[in-house]
T-cell receptor
Framework: EPEVTQTPSHQVTQMGQEVILRCVPI?????FYWYRQILGQKVEFLVS????????KSEIFDDQFSVERPDGSNFTLKIRSTKLEDSAMYFC???????????FGPGTRLTVT | KNEVEQSPQNLTAQEGEFITINCSYS?????LHWLQQHPGGGIVSLFM???GKKKHGRLIATINIQEKHSSLHITASHPRDSAVYIC??????????FGTGTRLTIIP
């Protein structure tokens, strides 16, 4: 069964460093998402991406964040200068269309020290 | 503000019991999703529904659009059902708005 994959599973970085979280969505999906979950809190939407551009972003997704689909398979989330409060689990998801089920990756646990 | 509320926050039950988890939302939605989050953190989609009822194995999800309420039921619960169950909705766009989750523990 096709699945969304994410790498790395755990990333530890120092405050101020740049990180890139990688996702490989399901191959025929067209819509891509990033969500995050701070420990003990609910999952929050960060950004949605379709047709090579951001379709919606949340207040969390400020200038420190960017997304890219550099080739036909990868979907990346970059945090330019990490802060302690960026420590969270980051989930990538993909779907075949608006109103269709979203499939989640296993997540990347980001720890900023 | 678009809110999603779940109850209870925590639920402990004996193996074999019938489980009900509730979700309510504040405004009209286009779809409601039930998700399962395992202890390791991974999220699995269980159901997506916009009306009526869906069943998969021992899991049943229902939604009442007029009352803005959905329930997830688990019949003949088993310790492997122990997880966090999350209700999430879409409000006419693509993004999911999540509830806080219900932590279910099934005791053998």
């Amino acid at each position: 069964e096709p699945e969304v994959t994410q790498t790395p599973s755990h990333q530890v970085t120092q405050m101020g460093q740049e990180v890139i979280l990688r996702c490989v969505p399901i191959s025929n999906h067209l819509y891509f998402y990033w969500y995050r979950q701070i420990l003990g809190q609910k999952v929050e939407f960060l950004v949605s991406f379709y047709n090579n551009e951001i379709s919606e972003k949340s207040e969390i997704f400020d200038d420190q964040f960017s997304v890219e689909r550099p080739d036909g398979s990868n979907f990346t989330l970059k945090i330019r200068s990490t802060k302690l409060e960026d420590s969270a689990m980051y989930f990538c998801a993909s779907s075949s269309g608006v109103g269709y089920e979203q499939y989640f990756g296993p997540g990347t646990r980001l720890t900023v020290t | 503000k678009n809110e999603v509320e779940q109850s209870p926050q925590n639920l402990t039950a004996q193996e074999g019991e019938f489980i009900t988890i509730n979700c309510s939302y504040s405004v009209g939605i286009s779809a409601l999703h039930w998700l399962q989050q395992h202890p390791g953190g991974g999220i699995v989609s269980l159901f997506m529904l916009s009306s009526g009822k869906k069943k998969h194995g021992r899991l049943i999800a229902t939604i009442n659009i007029q009352e803005k309420h959905s329930s997830l039921h688990i019949t003949a619960s088993h310790p492997r059902d122990s997880a966090v169950y999350i209700c999430a909705v879409t409000f006419g766009n693509e993004k999911l708005t999540f509830g806080t989750g219900t932590r279910l523990t099934i005791i053998p």
